[in-house]
């Protein structure tokens, strides 16, 4: 069983930057991909960025192409979130997921495993 622990939410001033972590532990899959997604309050959870655990071949949200950058660190074993220039509307609850596939998905059911998720407010 795996389980997801993010961390780096926090509070930031629009024009600002933050990191997000993503740490799975436990017993993974042999190929798999990690991708973050948000929820603002009343909103329905969208997907923001997502990358291939072997071949880091990533994909974002139109909402934040160019802001942001997903990443993997083999040397923490973590998938990070860079978010730069940050907007009002960039505040929402931040979840990790992982899924247990090759295949690029995008939507909430193609992903099997989710974090607590971690909080990101940005103020105007």
């Known amino acids: 069983q795996v389980h997801l622990v993010e961390s780096g939410g926090g509070l930031v001033q629009a024009g600002g930057s933050l990191r997000l972590s993503c740490a799975p532990f436990?017993?993974?899959?042999?190929?798999?991909?990690m991708a973050w997604f948000r929820q603002a309050p009343g909103k329905e959870r969208e997907f923001v960025a997502a990358i291939r655990w072997s071949g880091g071949i990533a994909e974002y949200g139109d909402s934040v192409k160019g802001r942001f950058t997903i990443s993997r660190d083999n040397a923490k074993n973590t998938v990070d979130l860079q978010m730069n220039r940050l907007e009002p509307a960039d505040t929402a609850l931040y979840y990790c997921?992982?899924?247990?596939?090759?295949?690029?998905?995008?939507?909430?059911?193609?992903?099997?495993?989710w974090g607590q998720g971690t909080q990101v407010t940005v103020s105007s």
């Open positions: 436990g017993r993974t899959f042999s190929d798999y991909y």
């Open positions: 997921a992982i899924r247990a596939n090759y295949a690029l998905g995008l939507g909430v059911r193609d992903y099997d495993v």
